[in-house]
């Protein structure tokens, strides 16, 4: 696997869903609902962690699916990644950092300024 902004993502995704699984604070909240097959339970504090374990898989699975996404975009067309995807991710990555230091951010951060550091091709097609 190449060193690229969707290869990167993908990796993410697969161990942000991996240590979801792993930590058993976000992973036996995960066989409950399986077990019982519902969030809506009337504990508040058990939902609320059940809740909190689901939106963390699908966090995971959605920065896999965006990373096939961005691969197969820049295949496609043979373009960089668009600046504006930089922008999206760095921004967004900034305010987890702030909100939770202490969390995987931080990668999605460093993707985001990665891709901005490539620069985008779209502007010097124009140019020529």
């Known amino acids: ?54 939106w963390f898989q699908v966090a995971g699975i959605m920065m896999i699916s965006q990373g096939y996404l961005l691969r197969n975009y820049c295949q496609a067309t043979r373009k960089k990644v668009p600046q504006w995807f930089g922008w999206y991710l760095t921004g967004l990555s900034t305010v987890g950092v702030i909100v939770m230091p202490a969390s995987g951010f931080w990668l999605t951060l460093g993707q985001g300024l990665f891709i901005l550091y490539q620069g985008d091709d779209t502007n010097d097609k124009k140019s020529k």
């Open 1 to 54: 696997m190449s060193l690229t902004s969707g290869n990167l993502l993908i990796s993410t995704g697969i161990l942000h869903s991996g240590f979801g699984l792993f930590v058993p604070e976000l992973r036996d909240p995960l066989f409950r609902i399986a077990t019982e097959r519902t969030t809506q339970i009337a504990d508040v504090n058990d939902r609320s962690e059940r809740e909190c374990s689901f």
